[in-house]
């Protein structure tokens, strides 16, 4: 558990550009956008962490289990998870599952 706790806050400290700001947004726009984003990554990473080390999520997964708090968009989801895993809390792995649309996507799991 310490060691879970640890990765959390070192995550929270750490000054990463989890929104993009491809649309130009300012002011408190951008403010409410970015926090979002944060709030996202981090309900995203505290999920991994509470699952088994070897067990593989899918965004789709992701979406389906965390409560976000209301709707977001599987782009966000997918965003969040590519992001945690430049950061190196996630890993991509190389098995694939049946997506909703039928077709095979990746799935991601905690980097322990």
Known sequence: MKKIMQKIFNF????????YNTNKESGKTL????TKANKQELKVLKFFQANNKDERFSAEDVLAQ????KSVPITSVRRAMTNL????Y???TSF?????????????QIND
């Open 90 to 92: 996630l890993k991509k």
């Open 31 to 34: 403010i409410t956008s970015k």
């Open 12 to 19: 929270i400290k750490e000054d990463h550009n989890s929104y």
């Open 96 to 108: 694939m599952k049946k997506g909703t649309f039928g077709k095979q996507i990746h799935t991601w």
């Open 66 to 69: 965390v409560d976000f708090g």
């Open 85 to 88: 895993t430049y950061a190196g």
